[in-house]
Each structure stands twice: as C-alpha cells, then as structure tokens.
C-alpha cells in the first residue's frame, strides 16, 4: 500500500459516515472497524505462522458476540443485516465479518473464504508485518492504493498503533461534545461501555480480564451479569444512565486524542472537526485525501455529500432541558478546553502534528496496548 492512515476518535462523531465516503474513493481501501474487530488479540508479541494470523482474524470478538447472543445490536453490525452462513447462536460471526468485510463487498462469506487462501500460506512474521500483507492483499483485490482504518472509540488504540506502525498518518476527528456525549446515550455500544467503566471503577482493576471470582460476586445484581456470555438485554437498554456520564467520556477521549495527535511529528498528524466536514465537505475532503496521499476526485467530491447528515447537529441544544444542557457541557469542558488549546477546536479544521514525536516505540511485533481499545472493556 501506498500509504496507511488511521481515523481515531470518540466515535458518534460522523466516522461512519466518513467510512463510507471513503469507501467511494477509487484508490481508498476502507477498513471499516478494522482495529475494534481484530482486537488486542490479533497483535500478540513475537511472529506468527499464517495460519495462526488466520486465526486472529477468523474467532468471534468476545465482547461483540456477547452483546450479539444478548440481543443488543449496533447498528455497526453490517453482517447481520444480510446474514450468511454464520450465526451469533451457532457457529459466531467471525471478527472479519461483522463489520469489516460488509463495508468492502455484497459478499463478505466470498471474500472471507478468498482471504483464508492466501492467509493460511503465509509465512512466520511478527504481527504488524501480517496486518500490513492483509491490507495490501484486500487492495490489490479491489484495486486500491491508500488503506484508510476507521474505528469508534478509538483514541486508546492510537499509542499502540504508532508503535506497531510507526510511518502511518492519523487523523483525530472530532465533533461539538454535547451533540456527540447525547448520541453516545443512546447508542448500545456506548451504554455497554459505560457500564463496564463503571465495573472497573467498582472493582478498581485496570482490565476486566484481571477481575477475580471474588470481585465480580461483589457487585450489584445489575451489574454482574453483564461479564456473562449473555445478559438480559434490559440491564442495558433500559437502564437509566446519566448524561454527565458519556459528557466526561468525551472530554477523556478528545483529551487522549488531542494528546497523541500533538505529540506526533510533523505530517504524520490531522485534526477532522465534524462540523467543518458539514459546513465545508469539499474543502475538508479535499484537505483530507490529499493528507492520505490520494486525488481529490472530482466524481468523488460531488457524490460525498449524499453520505453527509447534519440534521442532527445541535441535537443537544434542541433536546436537552437548560439544565440538562448546563451539565453535559460542564462534563466536556476539559475536552473543549483541549481542543481549543491544540489549535484543533470544534470549527478551526486545523491540522495538528507540530513537535517532536515520541520515537517508533517498540520494535515490530509490539501490538497496540492490552485493553486500550476493546469496545466493552476499556477501562
């Protein structure tokens, strides 16, 4: 591949939507919740056979296919929208296939099959070095040059991922904190995450693999079935969860991300606000390929807006009570306050990166940070 950028942000912030207008890029190859997919799992340290890469790709993400034997469905999940031979019930949906392969083709059971034939061949390498063949066998396959990984709640991937490819770009986008901590709410996922913040923060463990039998029969009766392989969908869609909770995640993770992009070397790092994408999608689009090395097509330009709703921008201000509204933003100061101070605040659409970066970090093999990015656990 001709170069690798990765999207990292809070999520709920117009990264799908990106995905997408990606995706219609003729020299972008599109990885859908590539990283959320594949998981820590898929980047253990030392080298690897082919056949055990395989593996990484092909075993169901735990935390997915828990919420997906429960019933709570994101409306990430492309593949059960158009379900093939696998099964959440019964054989699982391989990691690949969830989300990652159904952005990519009308056939991901095909493709999965045409990616285990050449994977299983390959030879002993560490795990970056496996990603990066994966990335250039899929754009070789649909003829693209650029791979472009976007993932959700992103930002706690991205020390990891500078270490395990040290020459890859990444844009930190971002959207107005009250809007993005409402649509986080109401979303499964997000729910599902705060309620094992909450777990860790009880328990006072850093990863929820480190909790003991002990701890887990600690806690309240709504909160421990939840670490089961299925869980009463209610204890997640019908729980009453404050606000202030997801505005103090999004000032967590703009701070993160505001952090890393800053630290980067210069032309390696790019700050996306959501907002300008909407008030100025040619220009920003435009800023965008030409930092992910691609041509700003014009077929391309025109065709992106239909991927662009700005409906639901100051969904906050519309929805929320004066009072409810007060606390969600005194929950995402810290974030604003961050964005601001980087150059990178909500509207400027400036590119960030400036200074010394922090060096390559651990030599390949390292993968990006036990528990620093699964969508159930970060905690």
Known sequence: MRSLTFVIGTG?????????????HPDVLSLNEYMASVGDA??????LTGAEFWETLFRPTPYFAGMLRSGVLMPEFLYTRRPGRYAAGTTGIPALSLMVLPHLTDDPDALLDEIRAAVVEWPDRTAPRHHEALFALLGERFGRTAAVERSGYSTGWAPGLRAAFPYARFVHLHRDGPDCALSMSRHPGYRVITLMREIAERTGVEHLAELTAEQVRSLPPDLAPLLGERFDAALVLDRDLPLRRFADLWSELVGDGVRFLDGLPAGQGMSLAYEDLLDAPREELTRLAAFVGVEPVASWLDGACAHLDGSRRGSAGRQLTAEELADVREGCAAGTRALAGSGAGAGSGSAA?????????????????AGSGSAAGRG
């Open 42 to 47: 898929a980047f253990p340290e030392g080298r």
């Open 12 to 24: 709920r912030s117009g990264s799908t939507a990106l995905s997408r207008i990606l995706s219609t």
């Open 353 to 369: 990166g400036r200074g010394a970066g922090p060096g390559s970090g651990p030599g390949a093999g390292s993968g990006p940070g």
